[in-house]
């Protein structure tokens, strides 16, 4: 068993955990965070994609222990964040939401891509999504969310 102390979405979170405990099955079994989804559990799909001290990680194999000291923003923290407002807008009138299993994943995701501006054309914005898999299939108005958020985010003046 390992102690850790936590900030998750600016909460301070000290708990006693099973050193094998995956960062996924602390943040949606312990802390009832389920908007973290678990698909692949592997690695692969991206739908567990959360940010830890800012960077894009995936939780189903991160170990809990391993991230004491960190600071962690899963999907339910981004409430107010002006840039995910943005992006959420998008994916709405984009139509980049279909069944919304991987959608927090590919939400995090985009909104890193914006920050390190990684969405300078179409198939760099592919690219950079290509870790987060969409069992829908539907790709296009994922990039089409996505370019339509950079564009207002990165470029203002372009959109009215
Ligand atoms: S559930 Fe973590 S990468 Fe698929
Ligand atoms: S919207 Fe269904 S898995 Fe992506």
Do not use: W
Not at 19 to 38: S, V
Not at 57 to 74: D, H, K, N, P
């Amino acid at each position: 068993m390992s102690l850790i102390s936590i900030q998750v979405n600016n909460q301070a979170v000290q708990l006693e955990i099973d050193d094998r405990m995956t960062l996924a099955d602390l943040l949606r079994n312990t802390i009832h965070l389920t908007g973290t989804h678990l698909a692949c559990e592997l690695g692969v799909c991206g739908s567990c994609t959360v940010l830890v001290n800012d960077e894009p990680i995936r939780s189903c194999i991160t170990l809990a222990a391993s991230v004491s000291g960190a600071t962690i923003q899963t999907i339910e923290g981004f409430e107010d964040d002006d840039k995910m407002k943005v992006i959420r807008e998008y994916f709405s009138e984009a139509h980049g939401l279909q069944c919304g299993f991987c959608t927090p994943g590919m939400l995090i995701t985009v909104r890193d891509m914006i920050i390190r501006e990684k969405c300078q054309t179409e198939s760099q914005i592919r690219k950079e999504l290509s870790g987060n898999l969409c069992r829908c299939t539907g790709y296009s108005g994922i990039v089409k969310a996505t370019q339509l958020a950079n564009q207002r985010l990165n470029n203002p003046e372009i959109i009215k």
